[in-house]
Each structure stands twice: as structure tokens, then as C-alpha cells.
């Protein structure tokens, strides 16, 4: 089955404490991103990475880090939280190329830092 | 440069009634037009999407859209409404070219009520 499959789904930490959450995807697709969803202000895209080891800010990335050491993984980090960044996070993945199609998505990390 | 507005945060409607949300955009390329619905606690899921083509496009659950180029407006649309529609529902842009290749940039998302 395609998916798009992100860890943790919850998770509390405390002010500059590392975090980590993974993403990775089974469909070969090239492209990763990152949001983050937050009340009345849509999906913002955080980092994206249009390939192994091509990776690029997206409209928030300030306090994020991202890598991309193999296709199928995008894993987001945050080296030191703070409680701005409490929100709802998605990965998704799409293919680039021609007949671009959608992006499909992760079922979210939803992050409380205190 | 890219960008979605969608009219209206919260939409109410009574069940079996017509559903519209309204999405316009602006795009430098021409785009690609997607709607995607989240429902409480889940990822957001494909309605449909506008790549090139016939310019009314039909989705899952009855829902379909119309690409309106001289209007740039991708509004949603379904018949009549169920309580099951009640969600959050995403319109978003895809340029396929330029600074904005590959990437999606959503509006700010409306609620969807069904009333019994």
C-alpha cells in the first residue's frame, strides 16, 4: 500500500529539548516536504527536498533542520523547541517529472512543547 | 510567486443542501489546482485535482470543481450535503514550473457544517 508514514503521532516535550520526528514514504517519489498546520493560517511548507541530498527552506523553516540521506526518508529535527512551535506537523510526498500528481500525506505529528 | 485564498473559514449548511467553498488563486505558471479534505485527527486525503484537461473536474464523494481561468478560481461544489462532509476542506496550488516547481501552497482552509 502507497503511504506516507510519520512517528511520532503525539508528542510533548519541554523547551530545548532535541526532537526528532521521522517520515518516510514507499512510492520512490522525489520530492519531500514538511508543513505545519496551524489554526487559520492553512499548511505553511517548513523545508522541502527535491532529492537525496537536495534539500531547501520553505516558507517557516526558521528553528527546523531537515535531512536527506535516502529517498524514502525525510526526517524533521528540532534542535531546540520552543512553544511556537507547538502545531500540527505533515510530511508529504509527491513525484516531480512529467504528469505531476498530488502529494500525498502523512497522517500528522501533532507536537505540544511547554 | 504562488498564493490560494479561500472565501469564508467557516461554511454552514443543512443536510441535502448545495456545498460551495470558494478558492481563488494566483500563480506566475500555469497551475495545478487540488482540493483536499481533513477530517478530525487525520492527514488530509485527496477530493480532486486540475491538471490540464477538461476544465470541470469530478472528485470522490460526489464533490467536483471547475477551473475557471479568467476568474482564477477553483471553487468546490456538491449537489447536496451530507453529515458525513462535515470536515475541513484545503484548496492549494502546484506550479509546474519556475521558483514554485513541485511545491504546494494551500490556502487557509474552510470548515465545512452539515446540519440535520
Known amino acids: 500500500e502507497a503511504q506516507v508514514t510519520q512517528n511520532p503521532r503525539y508528542l510533548i516535550t519541554v523547551t530545548g529539548k532535541k526532537l526528532t520526528v521521522t517520515c518516510s514514504q514507499n512510492?520512490?517519489?522525489?520530492?519531500m516536504s514538511w508543513y505545519r498546520q496551524d489554526p487559520g493560517l492553512g499548511l505553511r511548507q517548513i523545508y522541502y527536498?527535491?532529492?537525496?541530498?537536495?534539500?531547501d527552506k520553505g516558507d517557516v523553516p526558521e528553528g527546523y533542520k531537515v535531512s536527506r540521506k535516502e529517498k524514502r526518508n525525510f526526517p524533521l529535527i528540532l534542535e531546540s523547541p520552543s512553544p511556537n512551535q507547538t502545531s500540527l506537523y505533515f510530511c508529504?510526498?509527491?513525484?516531480?517529472?512529467?504528469?505531476?500528481?498530488?502529494?500525498?500525506f502523512g497522517q500528522g505529528t501533532r507536537l505540544t512543547v511547554v | 510567486a504562488q498564493s490560494v485564498t479561500q472565501l469564508g473559514s467557516h461554511v454552514s449548511v443543512s443536510e441535502g443542501a448545495l456545498v460551495l467553498l470558494r478558492c481563488n488563486y494566483s500563480?506566475?505558471?500555469?497551475?495545478?489546482l487540488f482540493w483536499y479534505v481533513q477530517y478530525p485527527n487525520q492527514g488530509l486525503q485527496l477530493l480532486l485535482k486540475?491538471?490540464?484537461?477538461?476544465?470541470l473536474v469530478k472528485g470522490i464523494n460526489g464533490f467536483e470543481a471547475e477551473f475557471k481561468k479568467s476568474e482564477t478560481s477553483f471553487h468546490l461544489t456538491k449537489p447536496s450535503a451530507h453529515m458525513s462532509d462535515a470536515a475541513e476542506y484545503f484548496c492549494?496550488?502546484?506550479?509546474?514550473?519556475?521558483?514554485?516547481?513541485?511545491?504546494?501552497?494551500f490556502g487557509q482552509g474552510t470548515i465545512l457544517t452539515v446540519h440535520p
Open positions: 508529504a510526498s509527491s513525484r516531480l517529472g512529467q504528469g505531476i500528481t498530488e502529494a500525498f
Open positions: 512510492m520512490n517519489h522525489e520530492y
Open positions: 527536498s527535491m532529492n537525496v541530498e537536495v534539500t
Open positions: 500563480s506566475s505558471v500555469p497551475p495545478y
Open positions: 486540475y491538471t490540464t484537461g477538461a476544465t
Open positions: 492549494a496550488v502546484r506550479g509546474a514550473g519556475g521558483t514554485s516547481y513541485g511545491k504546494l501552497t
